[in-house]
């Protein structure tokens, strides 16, 4: 696969154009508890890889100024970056402020969420109830590019596949550019998902997200928390390696390489990596799909 060039892209590009043409990979940060200096080095290693962005997740709740921040570094090590945003717990009033904010520090793409109900439902805001609406409040009132999440095995609140579909496609008619995935481990699954959402004639790129496994502990929260299938073989290895840290990184490694590769030969769009901060496995899966 060494035709996989990764080529760099400018920065400022919007994620309507980064797929135009090109396949691109991209990484998934969060803003870090304590001390953004880990994750400038975890960036280095990425930067290396030529990602044509990084997006930042957005956390609820007071944290705007040190994702800022953060954004501010990123963009000055010469990294695109595109932030998440979650609209369920803002009013309109605060969405129109953090929009313009995030567009004066020249940001070009965001990922438009509902973000999941909080337990305290004297949070919730009522300005906004689903993502569709922010989508269509970012596009009347930006020039933002829009990527939106979608769901390869149904969002967890969804009564079924066509139901999430239909509201899927909401988000797509009301402007969003690009789909990112939640994690799957199960390629067929991303494979049905988009013959499915094709055949309602939504035609943006689905952009696979990829999980690499560090640990079990982290493989049954996520899958647990979004109901992700564990295919037998992946189940077989985590049994296997459970109690040897460093044999189950490579495992991860090398399970993920596979669908990586498998994902390229069927031509996806791009690779979006859940790093989970750490550089080390989604950098190994790189090298390894580019030899
Ligand atoms: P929506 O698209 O609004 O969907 C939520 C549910 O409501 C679905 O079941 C859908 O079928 C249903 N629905 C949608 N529209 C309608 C409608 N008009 N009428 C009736 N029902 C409707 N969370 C964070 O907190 N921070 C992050 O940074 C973050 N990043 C993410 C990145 C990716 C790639 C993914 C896949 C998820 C991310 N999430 C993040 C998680 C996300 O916030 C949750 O999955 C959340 O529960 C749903 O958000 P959404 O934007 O998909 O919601």
Sequence with gaps: MNHLLFPSTNFKMKILDIYKNKFSISFEIFPPKDGNCLLLKELEILKSHNPAFVSLTYGAGGQENKS??????????????????????????NIETHLKNIENMGIKSIL???GDIPEDKELIKHDFHYA????????????????????PETHIESPDIKTDI???KRK???????????LFFDNDKYYKFVERI???GIDIPVIPGIMPVISEKQILKMTNLARITIPEKLQKGIEKFRNDKKSMIEFGIEYSTAQCEDLIN????????????????????LDNIRR
Excluded: W
């Design 68 to 93: 800022f921040e953060l954004i501010t570094k990123i963009q000055n090590s010469g990294l695109n970056v595109m932030p998440h945003f979650t609209c369920i717990t803002s009013s309109k009033k």
């Design 112 to 114: 438009a969420l509902r």
């Design 132 to 151: 569709n609406e922010l989508v269509r409040f970012i596009k009347e009132k930006t020039d933002l590019s829009i990527g939106v999440a979608g769901y």
């Design 166 to 168: 239909e509201n899927l």
């Design 172 to 182: 797509v008619d009301a402007g969003a550019d690009i789909i990112f995935t939640q």
């Design 198 to 200: 094709n055949s309602v």
């Design 266 to 285: 069927s031509k996806v769009k791009g690779l979006h990596f859940f790093t989970l901060n750490k550089a080390f496995s989604s950098s190994r899966i």
